[in-house]
């Protein structure tokens, strides 16, 4: 089942001051945890500071094209590191063209469904 972002938008958030059950949650995540979650908390800082506070029932961007979006640079850069770690790209930069053009081309997606390119 999707994540429907109405959910956010009927669901008011805690009060600033009442911030008790996140610090607890947080205390009881080890320390890779917190430490992903203070990077998802600074990636909201900056967004904040980019586009304003972040609200669902006023923001009117797409949220399926942001995320295909983020996801496709996610693959790009995954790519881009298992390339060069492979010793199958110069540096990063070539590793990354390298995954961009795959992905364009649908060389990627036709390797996924069992087709020839």
């Keep these: 089942m999707p994540f429907d972002l109405d959910v956010l938008?009927?669901?008011?958030?805690?009060?600033?001051g009442k911030l008790a059950g996140f610090m607890s949650i947080a205390a009881d995540l080890g320390d890779h945890e917190r430490a992903v979650l203070q990077l998802v908390a600074e990636r909201l800082r900056m967004g904040?500071?980019?586009?304003?506070?972040?609200?669902v029932g006023t923001d009117?961007?797409?949220?399926?094209?942001?995320?295909?979006?983020?996801?496709?640079d996610a693959l790009v850069y995954g790519?881009?590191?298992?390339?060069?770690?492979?010793?199958?790209?110069?540096?990063?930069?070539d590793a990354a063209q390298r995954?961009?053009?795959?992905?364009?081309?649908?060389k990627a997606r036709?390797?996924?469904?069992?087709?020839?390119?």
């Design 79 to 93: 790519a881009a590191l298992c390339l060069w770690h492979l010793g199958r790209a110069e540096s990063l930069k």
């Design 9 to 16: 938008s009927e669901t008011p958030p805690p009060p600033a």
């Design 48 to 55: 904040q500071r980019r586009y304003g506070r972040f609200d």
């Design 60 to 72: 009117r961007r797409d949220f399926r094209q942001e995320a295909l979006e983020e996801v496709a």
């Design 99 to 106: 995954a961009r053009q795959a992905l364009d081309s649908g």
């Design 110 to 117: 036709a390797q996924l469904r069992g087709e020839r390119p």
